[in-house]
Protein backbone atom coordinates (compact mmCIF):
# COMPACT_ATOMS: atom_id res chain seq x y z
CA UNK A 1 0.00 0.00 0.00
CA UNK A 2 2.73 2.89 0.88
CA UNK A 3 4.78 1.61 -2.13
CA UNK A 4 1.85 3.56 -4.35
CA UNK A 5 1.13 6.90 -4.13
CA UNK A 6 -2.39 8.42 -3.65
CA UNK A 7 -3.04 9.32 -7.24
CA UNK A 8 -2.31 5.57 -8.53
CA UNK A 9 -4.19 4.23 -5.58
CA UNK A 10 -7.26 6.06 -6.81
CA UNK A 11 -6.87 5.18 -9.91
CA UNK A 12 -6.64 1.49 -9.20
CA UNK A 13 -9.77 1.55 -7.33
CA UNK A 14 -11.51 3.88 -10.14
CA UNK A 15 -10.34 0.63 -12.46
CA UNK A 16 -11.74 -2.03 -10.01
CA UNK A 17 -8.52 -3.35 -9.34
CA UNK A 18 -8.11 -3.66 -6.00
CA UNK A 19 -8.76 -6.98 -4.52
CA UNK A 20 -7.20 -6.51 -1.12
CA UNK A 21 -10.44 -6.21 1.07
CA UNK A 22 -7.94 -3.82 3.65
CA UNK A 23 -6.53 -2.08 1.05
CA UNK A 24 -9.93 -1.09 -0.28
CA UNK A 25 -11.12 0.25 2.83
CA UNK A 26 -8.09 2.19 3.27
CA UNK A 27 -9.07 3.84 -0.01
CA UNK A 28 -12.48 4.44 0.55
CA UNK A 29 -11.10 5.96 3.83
CA UNK A 30 -9.21 8.33 2.16
CA UNK A 31 -11.58 9.09 -0.25
CA UNK A 32 -14.51 10.16 2.52
CA UNK A 33 -11.75 12.18 4.71
CA UNK A 34 -10.11 13.95 2.16
CA UNK A 35 -11.70 15.97 -0.08
CA UNK A 36 -8.55 16.92 -2.37
CA UNK A 37 -8.99 12.82 -3.04
CA UNK A 38 -12.39 13.19 -3.61
CA UNK A 39 -11.90 15.72 -6.28
CA UNK A 40 -9.37 13.68 -8.10
CA UNK A 41 -11.34 10.64 -7.44
CA UNK A 42 -14.38 11.90 -8.67
CA UNK A 43 -12.34 13.56 -11.70
CA UNK A 44 -11.17 9.56 -12.64
CA UNK A 45 -14.48 8.17 -12.29
CA UNK A 46 -16.36 11.08 -14.47
CA UNK A 47 -13.62 10.54 -17.35
CA UNK A 48 -13.59 6.65 -17.08
CA UNK A 49 -17.76 6.85 -17.71
CA UNK A 50 -18.05 9.40 -19.75
CA UNK A 51 -15.37 7.55 -22.20
CA UNK A 52 -17.56 4.28 -21.35
CA UNK A 53 -20.57 5.82 -21.79
CA UNK A 54 -20.08 7.66 -25.17
CA UNK A 55 -17.34 6.17 -27.35
CA UNK A 56 -18.78 2.52 -27.45
CA UNK A 57 -17.10 0.16 -29.70
CA UNK A 58 -18.64 0.25 -33.14
CA UNK A 59 -18.64 -2.75 -35.44
CA UNK A 60 -16.25 -2.19 -38.49
CA UNK A 61 -18.10 -1.28 -41.16
CA UNK A 62 -18.35 -4.23 -43.47
CA UNK A 63 -16.96 -2.37 -46.43
CA UNK A 64 -13.59 -2.45 -44.24
CA UNK A 65 -13.73 -5.96 -43.04
CA UNK A 66 -14.54 -7.33 -46.96
CA UNK A 67 -11.73 -5.53 -47.80
CA UNK A 68 -9.35 -6.86 -44.97
CA UNK A 69 -10.34 -10.52 -45.51
CA UNK A 70 -9.77 -9.64 -49.16
CA UNK A 71 -6.25 -8.92 -48.64
CA UNK A 72 -5.42 -11.93 -47.10
CA UNK A 73 -6.94 -14.78 -48.18
CA UNK A 74 -4.19 -17.17 -49.64
CA UNK A 75 -5.95 -17.70 -53.38
CA UNK A 76 -5.21 -13.91 -54.17
CA UNK A 77 -1.70 -13.37 -52.32
CA UNK A 78 -0.41 -16.55 -51.59
CA UNK A 79 2.25 -16.33 -54.02
CA UNK A 80 3.35 -13.07 -52.22
CA UNK A 81 2.70 -14.08 -48.95
CA UNK A 82 4.83 -17.62 -49.16
CA UNK A 83 7.72 -15.19 -50.84
CA UNK A 84 7.72 -12.36 -48.35
CA UNK A 85 7.51 -15.37 -45.26
CA UNK A 86 10.62 -16.94 -46.54
CA UNK A 87 12.46 -13.95 -47.31
CA UNK A 88 11.73 -12.32 -44.02
CA UNK B 1 6.72 -31.36 -60.19
CA UNK B 2 6.65 -27.36 -60.11
CA UNK B 3 2.70 -27.68 -60.04
CA UNK B 4 2.51 -30.22 -56.95
CA UNK B 5 5.09 -27.38 -55.58
CA UNK B 6 2.67 -24.49 -55.62
CA UNK B 7 -0.07 -26.95 -54.69
CA UNK B 8 1.78 -27.95 -51.57
CA UNK B 9 2.42 -24.24 -50.79
CA UNK B 10 -1.49 -23.12 -51.69
CA UNK B 11 -2.25 -25.85 -49.13
CA UNK B 12 0.31 -24.37 -46.43
CA UNK B 13 -1.26 -21.14 -47.06
CA UNK B 14 -4.89 -22.15 -46.73
CA UNK B 15 -4.55 -24.74 -44.36
CA UNK B 16 -2.73 -21.53 -42.52
CA UNK B 17 -5.49 -18.79 -43.23
CA UNK B 18 -7.77 -21.01 -42.27
CA UNK B 19 -6.21 -20.80 -38.23
CA UNK B 20 -5.46 -17.45 -38.61
CA UNK B 21 -9.36 -16.31 -39.93
CA UNK B 22 -10.48 -18.40 -37.20
CA UNK B 23 -8.34 -16.36 -34.43
CA UNK B 24 -8.38 -13.57 -35.79
CA UNK B 25 -11.19 -12.26 -37.37
CA UNK B 26 -13.25 -11.99 -34.08
CA UNK B 27 -10.87 -9.53 -32.67
CA UNK B 28 -11.31 -7.17 -36.10
CA UNK B 29 -14.09 -4.95 -33.95
CA UNK B 30 -11.94 -4.11 -31.14
CA UNK B 31 -9.42 -3.45 -33.51
CA UNK B 32 -11.23 -1.65 -35.84
CA UNK B 33 -12.06 0.89 -32.89
CA UNK B 34 -8.62 1.10 -31.57
CA UNK B 35 -7.45 2.52 -34.63
CA UNK B 36 -10.50 4.44 -35.12
CA UNK B 37 -9.33 6.19 -31.31
CA UNK B 38 -5.66 6.39 -32.21
CA UNK B 39 -5.77 7.83 -35.51
CA UNK B 40 -8.87 10.04 -35.10
CA UNK B 41 -10.78 9.36 -38.45
CA UNK B 42 -12.50 6.51 -40.20
CA UNK B 43 -10.04 6.04 -43.41
CA UNK B 44 -6.78 6.11 -42.27
CA UNK B 45 -8.60 3.58 -39.20
CA UNK B 46 -8.97 1.11 -42.51
CA UNK B 47 -5.89 1.36 -43.60
CA UNK B 48 -4.02 0.73 -40.18
CA UNK B 49 -6.38 -2.50 -39.99
CA UNK B 50 -5.51 -3.55 -43.30
CA UNK B 51 -2.03 -2.95 -42.47
CA UNK B 52 -2.28 -4.68 -39.01
CA UNK B 53 -3.62 -7.92 -40.50
CA UNK B 54 -1.35 -8.02 -43.40
CA UNK B 55 1.30 -7.73 -40.78
CA UNK B 56 0.10 -10.59 -38.68
CA UNK B 57 -0.98 -12.97 -41.05
CA UNK B 58 2.73 -12.94 -42.74
CA UNK B 59 4.38 -13.57 -39.60
CA UNK B 60 1.67 -15.95 -38.20
CA UNK B 61 3.55 -19.22 -38.49
CA UNK B 62 6.36 -17.44 -36.81
CA UNK B 63 4.05 -16.81 -33.42
CA UNK B 64 4.88 -19.05 -30.07
CA UNK B 65 2.32 -20.95 -29.33
CA UNK B 66 0.36 -19.69 -26.16
CA UNK B 67 0.76 -16.55 -27.05
CA UNK B 68 -1.89 -14.28 -26.05
CA UNK B 69 -3.27 -13.84 -29.33
CA UNK B 70 -5.62 -10.61 -28.73
CA UNK B 71 -2.40 -8.59 -27.50
CA UNK B 72 -0.19 -9.76 -29.58
CA UNK B 73 -2.57 -8.33 -32.36
CA UNK B 74 -2.87 -4.79 -30.63
CA UNK B 75 0.98 -5.19 -30.50
CA UNK B 76 1.43 -5.15 -34.37
CA UNK B 77 -1.38 -2.61 -34.82
CA UNK B 78 0.51 -0.03 -32.21
CA UNK B 79 3.86 -0.88 -33.73
CA UNK B 80 2.17 0.08 -37.17
CA UNK B 81 0.93 3.10 -36.38
CA UNK B 82 3.77 3.89 -34.63
CA UNK B 83 6.38 3.45 -37.64
CA UNK B 84 3.88 4.88 -40.24
CA UNK B 85 0.77 6.97 -39.07
CA UNK B 86 2.24 8.43 -35.64
CA UNK B 87 4.80 10.36 -38.03
CA UNK B 88 2.10 11.86 -40.11
CA UNK B 89 -0.37 12.81 -36.95
CA UNK B 90 -0.18 16.24 -35.62
CA UNK B 91 2.19 15.57 -32.50
CA UNK B 92 2.97 19.08 -32.53
CA UNK B 93 -0.21 20.39 -30.03
CA UNK B 94 1.40 18.02 -27.32
CA UNK B 95 -0.08 19.19 -23.85
CA UNK B 96 2.58 20.60 -21.83
CA UNK B 97 2.58 18.50 -18.55
CA UNK B 98 3.16 21.03 -15.65
CA UNK B 99 0.62 23.67 -17.44
CA UNK B 100 -1.79 21.16 -17.77
CA UNK B 101 -1.36 19.63 -14.20
CA UNK B 102 -1.10 23.88 -12.92
CA UNK B 103 -4.28 24.22 -14.64
CA UNK B 104 -6.02 21.05 -13.14
CA UNK B 105 -4.95 22.34 -9.54
CA UNK B 106 -6.12 25.30 -10.42
CA UNK B 107 -9.50 23.97 -10.97
CA UNK B 108 -9.54 21.70 -7.81
CA UNK B 109 -8.53 24.63 -5.46
CA UNK B 110 -12.04 26.28 -6.78
CA UNK B 111 -14.25 24.00 -6.92
CA UNK B 112 -15.45 22.81 -3.35
CA UNK B 113 -18.16 19.96 -5.38
CA UNK B 114 -16.62 18.52 -8.80
CA UNK B 115 -20.71 17.19 -9.77
CA UNK B 116 -21.12 21.02 -10.83
CA UNK B 117 -18.07 20.84 -13.08
CA UNK B 118 -19.02 17.36 -14.83
CA UNK B 119 -22.81 18.32 -15.01
CA UNK B 120 -21.35 21.24 -17.37
CA UNK B 121 -18.79 19.08 -19.25
CA UNK B 122 -21.64 16.58 -19.44
CA UNK B 123 -24.34 18.62 -21.05
CA UNK B 124 -21.93 20.61 -23.31
CA UNK B 125 -20.59 17.92 -25.01
CA UNK B 126 -21.12 16.19 -28.34
CA UNK B 127 -19.58 12.47 -28.78
CA UNK B 128 -17.76 13.98 -31.80
CA UNK B 129 -16.25 16.71 -29.30
CA UNK B 130 -15.26 14.12 -26.91
CA UNK B 131 -13.29 11.69 -29.77
CA UNK B 132 -11.53 14.70 -30.25
CA UNK B 133 -10.46 15.81 -27.06
CA UNK B 134 -9.07 12.07 -26.69
CA UNK B 135 -7.44 11.99 -29.91
CA UNK B 136 -5.41 15.32 -28.72
CA UNK B 137 -4.04 13.60 -26.30
CA UNK B 138 -0.46 12.87 -26.42
CA UNK B 139 -0.11 9.09 -28.16
CA UNK B 140 0.82 7.22 -24.62
CA UNK B 141 -1.99 8.70 -22.36
CA UNK B 142 -4.57 7.94 -25.21
CA UNK B 143 -3.55 4.50 -26.04
CA UNK B 144 -3.84 3.56 -22.04
CA UNK B 145 -7.12 5.16 -21.91
CA UNK B 146 -8.61 3.49 -25.35
CA UNK B 147 -7.51 0.35 -23.93
CA UNK B 148 -8.57 0.89 -20.42
CA UNK B 149 -11.93 2.46 -20.85
CA UNK B 150 -13.05 1.28 -24.34
CA UNK B 151 -11.74 -2.11 -24.63
CA UNK B 152 -12.12 -2.98 -21.43
CA UNK B 153 -8.04 -4.83 -21.22
CA UNK B 154 -6.88 -4.88 -17.43
CA UNK B 155 -3.75 -3.90 -16.07
CA UNK B 156 -1.57 -6.80 -16.62
CA UNK B 157 -3.55 -7.22 -20.33
CA UNK B 158 -2.55 -3.12 -20.81
CA UNK B 159 1.57 -3.63 -19.78
CA UNK B 160 1.85 -6.52 -21.28
CA UNK B 161 0.57 -4.94 -24.46
CA UNK B 162 2.12 -1.68 -24.21
CA UNK B 163 5.23 -3.28 -22.76
CA UNK B 164 5.18 -1.16 -19.64
CA UNK B 165 4.97 -1.96 -15.71
CA UNK B 166 1.78 -1.89 -14.44
CA UNK B 167 2.95 1.22 -12.36
CA UNK B 168 3.42 2.99 -15.57
CA UNK B 169 0.30 2.12 -17.02
CA UNK B 170 -1.84 3.20 -13.55
CA UNK B 171 0.05 6.46 -13.70
CA UNK B 172 -0.26 6.97 -17.56
CA UNK B 173 -3.76 6.08 -16.67
CA UNK B 174 -4.21 8.88 -14.15
CA UNK B 175 -2.01 11.46 -15.71
CA UNK B 176 -3.92 11.20 -19.07
CA UNK B 177 -7.69 11.49 -17.46
CA UNK B 178 -6.40 14.63 -15.68
CA UNK B 179 -5.23 15.71 -18.84
CA UNK B 180 -8.68 15.12 -20.56
CA UNK B 181 -10.70 16.30 -17.87
CA UNK B 182 -8.37 19.70 -18.48
CA UNK B 183 -8.99 19.68 -21.86
CA UNK B 184 -13.15 19.62 -21.40
CA UNK B 185 -13.04 21.79 -18.88
CA UNK B 186 -11.41 24.41 -21.12
CA UNK B 187 -13.60 23.62 -23.89
CA UNK B 188 -17.35 23.99 -22.18
CA UNK B 189 -16.04 27.00 -20.26
CA UNK B 190 -14.65 28.69 -24.17
CA UNK B 191 -18.53 27.58 -24.88
CA UNK B 192 -20.30 28.82 -22.36
CA UNK B 193 -18.73 32.65 -22.22
CA UNK B 194 -19.28 32.58 -26.61
CA UNK B 195 -22.56 31.43 -25.51
CA UNK B 196 -22.82 34.49 -22.32
CA UNK B 197 -21.38 37.36 -25.26
CA UNK B 198 -23.98 36.52 -28.05
Known sequence: MAELNTNELITKYVDCEVTDQ?????????????????????????????????LKIQP???????????????????????FSRKLS | MFP???????????????????????????LYNFALRICGNKGRASD?????????????DKLERG????????RVMRNAYLNSYSKKSTELNKPDNKKVEKFYEKIKASSTDSSQLEK??????????????LSSLPEDFRTVIILCDIESFNYEEMADFVDIPVGVV?????????????????????????????
Open chain 1, 22 to 54: SELNEIKNLIEKDPDIKFDYNVQLFIKSIITER
Open chain 2, 120 to 133: EIHNNLTDKELSEA
Open chain 2, 170 to 198: RSRLHKGRKMLFTKLYKDAEKKVTSIKNK
Open chain 2, 67 to 74: TDFKAWLF
Open chain 2, 48 to 60: LLKETYLKAFRFY
Open chain 2, 4 to 30: QVILAVLNEQVKLYSEFEQNAIPHMDP
Open chain 1, 60 to 82: TPEQVRRKVIRKIKPSKNFLTAF
